[in-house]
């Protein structure tokens, strides 16, 4: 897949402001800092078309992204930054309940994992949680420029193990800084829309 067109189309914490759903949608979660943007960016080409910030914890939004005008990719916002309090908290956790249980044409949600780290406590109940509502599958281990050919083997293998994820569960290692797996993330998530466009629709 070639992508064409990438637009923003909604940035917004309100159920009432998303844009219609009308449209297969592929979500990205993960922590704050794990690369989301930075991969929203490497696979639509577009260098600034969504924040990249330095201080983690930042998005407080549902940021909606469209794609050849046919997917969406919806980059969710970040978790597991310590500096929040309850009350933002469980402000986060009632925008991604509200989103990821109520939205048909959400296929997959992309869990981005970093490459380097054993998945937190908070990774793992996320991935429970996609697992639950049939949303998991899709596993993206970033950063992947940051560890050598050899050890990245076997930083997936443990990721795996630690998630306990399904065996039918994709892995995919990506770098936004050198391109590793931009092609294959965008087929995987070609896939998904293909699988939409005939089941679904
Ligand atoms: N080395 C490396 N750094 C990355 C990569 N992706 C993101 N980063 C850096 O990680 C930080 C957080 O990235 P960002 O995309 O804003 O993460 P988000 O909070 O998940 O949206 C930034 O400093 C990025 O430059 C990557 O593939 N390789
Ligand atoms: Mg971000």
């Known amino acids: 897949m070639k992508v064409n067109k990438a637009e923003i ?9 998303y844009p219609p759903d009308n449209m297969p949608e592929i979500a990205f979660a993960g922590r704050s800092n794990v690369g989301k943007s930075s991969l929203l960016n490497l696979l639509t080409g577009r260098k600034k078309l969504a924040k990249i910030s330095g201080t983690p914890g930042k998005t407080r939004t549902i940021n909606f992204y ?6 969406r990719i919806v980059d969710l916002p970040g978790y597991g930054y310590a500096k929040v309090s309850k009350s933002e908290s469980e ?43 049939g949303l998991s599958g899709l596993i993206v281990a970033t950063k992947a420029d940051k560890i050598s050919r050899n050890q990245l083997q ?32 965008l087929s995987e998530l070609d896939e998904c829309v293909k699988y939409y466009e005939k089941h679904v629709r």
Do not use: C
């Open 9 to 17: 189309v909604a940035v917004t914490a309100r159920a009432d402001q």
């Open 66 to 71: 469209e794609i050849n005008d046919r997917f």
């Open 91 to 133: 402000k986060w956790g009632a925008m991604m309940d509200e989103y990821l249980q109520t939205r048909e044409g959400l296929i997959v949600v992309a869990q981005l994992i970093d490459i380097r780290h054993e998945p937190t406590a908070q990774d793992i109940q996320m991935y429970e949680y996609l697992q639950y509502y």
């Open 154 to 185: 076997k930083q997936m293998a443990m990721i795996r193990k630690k998630l306990n994820a399904d065996k039918d569960d994709v892995i995919l290692p990506v770098s936004a800084l050198n391109r590793t797996g931009h092609e294959e993330l």
